[in-house]
């Protein structure tokens, strides 16, 4: 009996404790929708700031809660992916895990890289897209 209710105040107390007021609570982690825009790699700050990072996306359950939200405040995110380094090959910046060995959901032409200038990832109501990196845009925080 003793151990129903401590296992039952630990559940009560991690749910309550799951993430910081304005954070929501997806699959253990925490997400950040900002409501200020930055440059991608103002986002990046702000997000270390946190204690957290540009929301890298592993899989299409996660990129699926991320997409809800998205189209429900209809804004422009940036997340974690960047191919900053190495044009063509895109990673997650926190990580530094390559897109070619996790998950990826280009809409349509993309990546395009318009103009040899889009170099970090936008998620929109279209979807995900190479985005120039200076643009100031929402962005969204993931903490584990
Ligand atoms: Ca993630
Ligand atoms: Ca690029
Ligand atoms: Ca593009």
Known sequence: M????????????QSI???????????????LFSH?????IG?????????AYLAEIDDNAEDMFL??????FAK???VGGTDLSNEGDWIWANS???????YDRWQGNEPNNKHGLENCLMLGSFGWNDSTCPSQVNYICEKN
Not at 17 to 31: E, I, K, P, T, V
Not at 67 to 72: E, T
């Open 96 to 102: 530094k895990k390559h897109f070619s060995r996790t």
């Open 76 to 78: 422009t995110y940036w």
């Open 2 to 13: 003793k151990s129903i209710v401590v296992l039952a105040f630990f559940i009560t107390f």
């Open 36 to 40: 200020d825009i930055q440059s991608w």
């Open 43 to 51: 986002s990046e700050g702000v997000c270390f700031h946190f204690g």
């Open 17 to 31: 404790l799951a993430c910081d007021d304005g954070w929501l609570s997806y699959n253990g982690h925490c997400y």
């Open 67 to 72: 997409q809800n939200f998205v189209n429900m």
